[in-house]
Nanobody, 120 residues
Framework: QVQLVESGGGLVQAGGSLRLSCAAS????????MGWYRQAPGKQRELVAR???????NYVDSVKGRFTISRDNAKNTVYLQMKSLKPEDTAVYYC??????????????WGQGTQVTVSS
């Protein structure tokens, strides 16, 4: 099994910055994709950013130029640097990882979520 533990959420004023971290642990053989999703009240969960083991990156249009995703493969950790935050960025942010673990099983793991609140 793979566990994801997130940190770094909180309350910030519009225009401010936050950095989220997510560390994966367990009997991990490899992590193919790591990403961040978010879910605002009354809305569906959406992909914010994802990064592959090879470094390919995708962002949702609404965060391009403001958010930066990165990963430290040696630490099985993914980061999301968020700048110029807007009230509409308020949501619970979830870490996600597509992994190969144990004896070669493939799986998708989710973190418990971390609240990001941007005040106007």
């Amino acid at each position: 099994q793979v566990q994801l533990v997130e940190s770094g959420g909180g309350l910030v004023q519009a225009g401010g910055s936050l950095r989220l971290s997510c560390a994966a642990s367990g009997s991990i053989l490899s992590i193919n994709v790591m990403g961040w999703y978010r879910q605002a009240p009354g809305k569906q969960r959406e992909l914010v950013a994802r990064i592959t083991s090879g470094g390919s990156i995708n962002y949702v249009d609404s965060v391009k130029g403001r958010f930066t995703i990165s990963r430290d493969n040696a630490k099985n950790t993914v980061y999301l640097q968020m700048k110029s935050l807007k009230p509409e960025d308020t949501a619970v942010y979830y870490c996600n990882a597509e992994t190969v673990y144990g004896l070669g099983q493939r799986g998708v793991s989710w973190g418990q979520g971390t609240q990001v609140t941007v005040s106007s």
